[in-house]
């Protein structure tokens, strides 16, 4: 009995025909592409496990780990992966994620109800399949009681939302436990390669997300209650070089420049239109300075750019290009478009008192030239956990 073909809204028959076949490939290639990775996750688990192991029994010393590395180089010139850093480095890949605090902590977030990626699954049965095969071996052989065949501590199956790669960078950079899982499912649901990866955590995207007091209207926060995690309320411009004394113009030339920058410092489910969007109000043609579609949201967002700190006036303008772009550029089935007021500062209260007001779903977010150094915060990521699980 054949596989039902799912309806997708706007597109003829044959176009689903056809988007269901490319869904096929894509997801075949997807479950590919995390098993080899799960794979890779698990050597580097196992081996990193051992050389733990030894070091702390204190029969190897550094001078061993050197002369392993120059051993499995000369045994297969070609591959790569495992010089005396990497070798450390997947030391602490294992003893950081095996650790009780690191464990204890994941369990309290219940990850295993919110990593459902057919890979994470099938970590136990993976090991399974590596234990057997190992204990299999002749009774003789030396490898037959190492330590990786025992699997003392189960391999967490978090770790397998991302590659090794990300994984080295989040343990150089994050302190916290907190931060690394953020950052794991970060890097997951934005789908984040290792520059992309590096750049979200120099610029404190944890403690943007995950912030609270996101200056949005309350209208906003009705229309779409997950956007507090879609949509960040702070946006480090340093790719512009922008001086300390710029207008609108510098920002917005800048800004078409560098849009790959800004996709990425404004998140990958933004998809950009156009600049300088014409909309007609009366008589008139107005210009949004930005405008974006965004994919989680499936609505438009207008993005006005302002090189002064916040005004009350700035959220009128919105309001209107917000009702232009709802009556004459949205799609049946898209939802109320959203308006995103991008200033270098902005007073709290003033902006808590003009969108309090607001009918239109409305946001202020600021931009910072350069990064500005403050204490990371060390918040529950339960909440992001269950939008993680929400949202797949």
């Not at 996101?214 to 480090?236: F, N, V």
Request: contains cysteine; hydrophobic residues 40%.
């Amino acid at each position: 009995m054949g596989k039902t073909i799912p309806t997708i809204p706007n597109l003829t028959k044959l176009e689903q025909q056809f988007e269901y076949v490319n869904s096929l490939i894509e997801r075949h290639r997807s479950s590919a592409i995390a098993k080899v990775n799960m794979e890779a996750l698990l050597t580097n688990w196992e081996v990193g496990q051992y050389i733990s192991q030894q070091l702390k029994s204190a029969q190897w010393g550094a001078k061993v780990v050197s002369e392993l590395a120059d051993y499995l180089k000369r045994m297969n010139p070609r591959r790569k992966g495992y010089s005396k850093r990497n070798l450390y480095n997947m030391v602490g890949f294992y003893e950081t994620y095996s650790s009780e605090s690191f464990l204890g902590f994941i369990d309290t977030l219940h990850l295993d109800k919110i990593v459902q990626l057919p890979i994470a699954q099938s970590v136990a049965h993976s090991q399974n399949e590596i234990v057997q095969s190992v204990t299999a071996q002749n009774e003789d052989a030396l490898i037959v009681q190492s330590p990786t065949a025992q699997f003392a501590l189960p391999f967490p199956a978090v770790l397998a939302v991302t590659s090794f790669t990300n994984h080295i960078e989040i343990l150089n950079r994050c302190k916290s436990n907190e931060e690394r899982v953020f950052y794991m499912l970060y890097s997951y649901r934005e789908r984040l390669k290792l520059r992309e990866l590096r750049r979200c955590i120099v610029n404190q995207t944890y403690s943007t997300i995950l912030d609270k007091e996101k200056m949005l209207s309350p209208q906003l926060l009705r229309d779409y209650p997950s956007s507090e995690y879609l949509l960040k309320d702070k946006a480090l411009v340093d790719f512009l070089g922008l001086p300390a004394k710029h207008n609108e113009h510098h920002l917005h030339k800048g800004l078409l420049e560098h849009m790959k920058e800004f996709i990425l410092e404004l998140g990958k489910d933004f998809l950009f239109v156009d600049s300088e969007y014409g909309v007609q109000v009366g008589g008139s043609t107005k210009r949004i300075d930005l405008l974006f579609y965004h994919r989680a949201l499936q609505c438009l967002v207008a993005i006005e750019l302002k090189a002064v700190g916040f005004q009350p006036e700035f959220v009128g303008k919105m309001d209107m290009y917000l009702e232009a772009l709802d009556r004459d550029v949205k799609r049946d089935n898209e939802n109320p478009s959203i308006g995103i007021i991008l200033c270098p500062s902005a007073d709290r209260s003033m902006v808590e008192y003009t969108l309090s007001r607001s009918l239109s779903p409305t946001m202020v977010a600021e931009y910072q030239r350069k990064l500005i150094p403050q204490e990371v915060m060390r918040k529950s990521l339960e909440e992001y956990c269950s939008f993680i699980k929400d949202n797949q």
